[in-house]
């Protein structure tokens, strides 16, 4: 190994370093924000430690209680007779325990909780957090990837926060990522300065920049949707995917990737560049994501990557959500493929 890869090798750009270089961009700021992070990110490696021993320890499975989205079964089930959590109400009380402990935040956002929570005031810091803390859950019982999703707001007033607080565009956020529990441990985040990814090496117990200043090619060949809902799409959904497999301009037809789980068909789409779909129908008028905890992050971050996140009306970003678990439909990725599913709504809306 020559000289220069040596040094490179042992100059480790931790996530931690790197968000310190990041603040010194802001000569006014305290160290809050890295703080914050640091208990992200220990939530993160928490879940991925989980996660790999999940097939184990048997945190999988089904039976017992509702959770708020209705359509998630049971807290806990039990191995060698010993009541366990399961893996998506474990890394809930995870993320809360470790954002609530950061002394950083005043209100919190879950997936998994009904209602916000409001942090104790003497453990009252100035962030909000819209989180989910494992998305794409129905894919743990078959081992393929999944994730924790994070949007991250900056409150006025601390002391009163209310609801209305939470309930703010996504232009306002400050940053945003998600940790991809898969064959390897990979956290992408942008605090509004570009997009990079970190790795967990898992002999350090630290995450280690990997992609910096990630772009999402212009144009991509991949379309990713759930095609088992086409019939029940609207006319510009159904014709941009016809476009997808039949293409008029004589380019080759596009492939069509579908994990069924928001962060790695993401992430795919981050990396490879391409679209990622999941539109409105007559079933769901609003689509399935979540406005504050899957479309707004994921949105964010196209957008830092040089895409873009469109809810079929409007950028995605300027949604304003009337209810913390608010649904939106989203098309994001590419520049050039949003671009061309933008041009659709536009044509359907000027015959209208
Ligand atoms: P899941 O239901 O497995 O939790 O919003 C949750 C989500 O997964 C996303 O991660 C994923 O992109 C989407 O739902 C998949 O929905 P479909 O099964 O309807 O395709």
Redesign the pocket.
């Known amino acids: 190994m020559d000289h220069a890869a040596e040094a490179q090798r042992t100059d480790l750009m931790t996530i931690t370093r790197h968000v310190l270089n990041e603040q010194s961009r802001h000569p006014e700021s305290r160290g809050d924000f890295t703080i914050l992070l640091s208990h992200i990110v220990l939530g993160c490696k928490f879940v991925a430690s989980a996660v790999n021993k999940a097939g184990l320890a048997k945190l999988i499975g089904l039976a017992g209680e509702t959770n708020v989205q209705a359509?998630k079964q049971s807290t806990t089930t039990r191995f060698h007779g010993e009541e366990q959590k399961k893996l998506d109400v474990l890394s809930n009380e995870v993320f809360v325990k470790a954002l609530v402990s950061s002394g950083r935040t005043c209100v919190l956002v879950s997936e998994e909780n009904e209602e916000a929570i409001f942090v104790d005031p003497a453990l009252r810091g100035k962030y909000c957090v819209c989180f989910?803390p494992l998305?794409?859950?129905?894919?743990i019982d078959c081992g393929v990837s999944i994730g924790t999703i994070f949007g991250i707001y900056m409150i006025k007033d601390k002391d009163n926060v209310t609801l209305e607080d939470v309930l703010q565009p996504g232009t306002n956020m400050l940053a945003a990522g998600y940790c991809m529990y898969g064959s390897s441990c990979t956290l992408v985040l942008s605090t509004g300065n570009g997009v990079n990814c970190f790795t967990l090496d898992p002999s350090l117990g630290e995450f280690i920049l990997t992609h910096p200043n990630i772009k999402i090619p212009k144009k991509g060949k991949i379309y990713s949707v759930?095609e088992?809902?086409a019939r029940n799409w609207d006319g510009p959904v159904a014709k941009f995917v016809e476009k997808c497999k039949y293409p008029q301009d004589g380019s080759p037809p596009k492939s069509l990737r579908?994990i069924?789980?928001?962060?790695a068909?993401v992430h795919r789409t981050l990396l490879y560049g391409g679209i990622f779909l999941?539109p409105a129908d007559q079933k769901s008028p609003n689509g399935?994501?979540?406005v504050l905890y899957?479309v707004f992050p994921m949105s964010f971050l196209m957008e830092q990557a040089g895409g873009q996140a469109f809810t079929g009306k409007q950028r995605a970003l300027e949604l304003a959500p009337a209810k913390l678990h608010d649904r939106s439909p989203i098309f994001l990725g590419s520049y050039d493929d949003v671009e061309e599913i933008k041009a659709l709504y536009a044509s359907e809306s000027n015959n209208a």
Request: proline fraction near 0%; aromatic fraction near 10%.
């Open positions: 359509s989910d998305d794409g859950s129905s894919n759930n088992g809902n579908y069924g789980s928001m962060v068909d999941y399935k994501l979540r899957e």
